[in-house]
């Protein structure tokens, strides 16, 4: 019975430990308090790392993440696992001889879904095969940088609404060959035509606020001449890139890392040349509003 399961061991941040990190965890046991709990983790810690799970089991995978939210297959579907639609493959890895998923995602600082109204709540990520090379996601803490940001610049933005796109990383599939690049495009836009959001969020869990733009898809200051906008923007990636913000996750075997997708940007590390990698995703949402009001 899942109420008679043991409680897992839920470690906070702390000198020498950046992140949440979590062992024992039975991933089909997650009662909605315990779900809650580690809801919660992630809006206020914002990176969680579940230690010890047996990569090869998609459906206590998909059971977890259920239970922490509601899963949202990916908007263009040669990206979903052949068997489990929820769950994003990245991967230059063959299955049974024949192409899965998507290799090469996300090198670019951004936020997941921030091209459509609805930005997710979380990314959860598993590794399935890992690279000899290091692997890493690479994060930045968007709340840090709205506290650092200069008076001067966050002048600028503030009570400013900002256009997000994914236009530039629409990637080429197989069923484009012989077709127009005109009309690649005009599919394309009509698929993720893109969304306007405030350029400082409230997180609707903890009242926190954060910067809210990212070099990959804010495309423009709305109500700013194109000029003034792409200097402002270029200001803004500049300053919240510094290294000094940004936190390298490694990737372990056996781990599952999920993230607050509201105060965090990310970026995936590139894998070297010749070296095998896989990662499931899961796209979530809860049942809270992208930002409060
Ligand atoms: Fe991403």
Known sequence: ???????????????????????GLDL????????????????????????????????AYLAFARALGTPEPYFQAHYHHPEHPEVFVSSNVPLDGKKVGVAGTGRMWHCDYSFFERPLAFTMIRPIVLPRAHRETLFIDMRRVLDELPDALRGRIEGRRCLHDAWDYYKVQPKDIDRAIRELIDEWHEAAPGAVHPAIVTHPATGQRNLFVSRGFTKRVVDLPEEESDALLEELFDFCEQERFVHHQPWAEGDILYWDNRSLIHHA????????SCSFRISLYDDLPFSRA
């Open 1 to 23: 019975m899942a109420t008679t399961s043991s409680q897992p061991d839920i470690r906070l941040p702390g000198p020498g430990r950046p992140i949440v990190e979590v062992d």
């Open 28 to 59: 089909r046991a997650v009662g909605p308090e315990l779900a809650a709990t580690l809801r919660r983790l992630a809006y206020e810690h914002q990176i969680v790392a579940v230690h010890g799970q047996d990569p090869e089991d998609v459906d």
């Open 269 to 276: 590390s590139t894998v070297p040349k010749g070296e095998s």
